[in-house]
C-alpha cells in the first residue's frame, strides 16, 4: 500500500475551493455573465436530463483502459463484482518501451464535480520509481445527452532495457478539490521484452 504522502494531491499556493452550489444554483448564476455563461455551457449544464439520483455516489469510475496502438485495448470493467480487488493479483504486461495512454470513462451524479485528479504511485520492490498526477477537469451530472464522460491521459512510455524489466505495484486514486476520494485502488503491471 502506498504511503499516505504518497497519495496526496499537489496544492497551488492561493487556491481556495469556491463555494458549493446546487445545479440548479449554478444553472441561476449571473444568467447575464458571457464569460459563466461559457463556462457553464462547457460543462454542459444546460443540456439534457441528470440521470443519478441524490443518493447515489457523486462519481463513479466506470472503467480504465490501456491504449496501445496497433493492439487491442485492454479494458478494465470496475464496475463488474471483485474488479478492482482483483487488480492487484492479475498484472498485465506492457512491452519495454511501448507507448500507451490510459482512458477513464465515468459518471458524474447529482451535482458539479469540481477539479477531478488522477494520482498514481508506482513501485518496484518497494521503493517509490514514480508519482503521477493528472488534472482530469471539473464536469456537469451526467445526462441523458451524456450518460458517460471519457478522459484520456497523457501518453507515457514504458521504460526499457534490461534492468526496467520486471514486476511493478502501483496505487491509484481518483478525488476532488474537496479532498474526497471516489476510487482508491492497487494493481500491478509486468514490463518485459515482448508482449
Not at 59 to 73: P, Y
Not at 151 to 169: D, L
Request: hydrophobic share 35%; net charge negative.
Amino acid at each position: 500500500m502506498a504511503d499516505h504522502d504518497d497519495l496526496t494531491a499537489s496544492k497551488t499556493e492561493g487556491f481556495k475551493v469556491g463555494e458549493k452550489k446546487t445545479l440548479q444554483e449554478y444553472q441561476e448564476l449571473d444568467k447575464d455573465d458571457e464569460a459563466l455563461n461559457r463556462w457553464k455551457a462547457s460543462l454542459g449544464l444546460n443540456s439534457g436530463t441528470p440521470i443519478g439520483q441524490p443518493g447515489d455516489p457523486k462519481c463513479v469510475i466506470k472503467s480504465l483502459t490501456l491504449v496501445v496502438k496497433g493492439r487491442n485495448d485492454v479494458v478494465i470493467d470496475l464496475s463488474a463484482p471483485g474488479a478492482v480487488d482483483d487488480l492487484k493479483n492479475k498484472p498485465f504486461t506492457i512491452k519495454e518501451g511501448a507507448s500507451f495512454h490510459i482512458r477513464a470513462d465515468f459518471q458524474v451524479n447529482h451535482e458539479v464535480l469540481s477539479g477531478l485528479k488522477y494520482l498514481q504511485v508506482v513501485k518496484r520492490k518497494g521503493i517509490r520509481v514514480s508519482k503521477d498526477e493528472e488534472m482530469l477537469g471539473s464536469y456537469a451530472p451526467s445526462t441523458t445527452d451524456k450518460p458517460v464522460y471519457t478522459k484520456n491521459f497523457a501518453e507515457e512510455e514504458a521504460p526499457s532495457g534490461m534492468i526496467a524489466r520486471g514486476h511493478y505495484n502501483a496505487t491509484s486514486k481518483f478525488l476532488d478539490d474537496d479532498e474526497h476520494t471516489h476510487l482508491q485502488f492497487e494493481w500491478a503491471f509486468d514490463i518485459a521484452k515482448d508482449w
